[in-house]
């Protein structure tokens, strides 16, 4: 891995992308693995929940519109074991390997999904999840924030999902959820406004990460 512009907690560096539905998270991950691997940085790309064998099959279960009768706590701890399987398997091994992993969602999905959207205490969350992610936490987290009707509608065209299936309201509670959490807490979250273009989006990324790296 190249030489970067500070000193790493662990050998490895750590970037999550974090939104509502529709957010664009997922097509910014890929433009800035591709933009680190061109210049020489050992990358890892994975997602939540799922990212494993064992995670993907939970991921079906989360998300399969036919359950919708899921219990809060149930689903609060599916989430929880997707990502304790992730960062065992996965982001603690490539971490420490060196690697810069990439991951669209992490725990600050579950506070603000399960805590701002579904109303479950955040010790509740707090505990379940520094269990589950053992100390690997983001070195940096882009917020890509979008209005929840705009994010719906892009991520609905074909297929809508459990989650994305909640009312306006449930979706509106998380939005408020990720800018609290921007807003709490400045040195990690870096809030991007996700309706211009994706080049666009993708430059102002580069940005940001170009104080971190030497790129």
Known sequence: MKESGFTMKNKGFFITFEGVEGSGKSTQMELL????????????LTREP????????????????????????????????SRAQL?????????????????????DSSVAYQVYGRGIPFEVIEAINKRAIENAKPD???????SVEVGLERATVFFADRIEKEDIEFHRRVRKGYL??????????I??????E?????RRIIEK?????KV
């Open 33 to 44: 693995g591709r933009f680190l691997l061109e210049r020489g940085f050992d990358i890892l």
């Open 50 to 81: 799922g990212g494993t064998e064992i995670g993907d099959k939970i991921r079906d279960i989360l998300l399969d519109p036919e359950n919708k009768g899921m219990d809060k706590m149930v689903e609060a701890l599916l989430y929880a074991a």
């Open 87 to 107: 960062v065992a398997e996965v982001i603690k091994p490539a971490l420490e390997a060196g690697k810069v992993v990439i991951c669209d969602r992490y725990f």
């Open 140 to 146: 940096i987290t882009f917020f890509l924030d979008i």
């Open 180 to 189: 609290e959490l921007a807003k709490k807490d400045t040195k990690r979250f």
């Open 191 to 196: 809030a991007i406004k996700a309706l211009k």
């Open 198 to 202: 994706s080049d666009e989006i993708h």
């Open 209 to 213: 990460i170009k104080e971190f790296f």
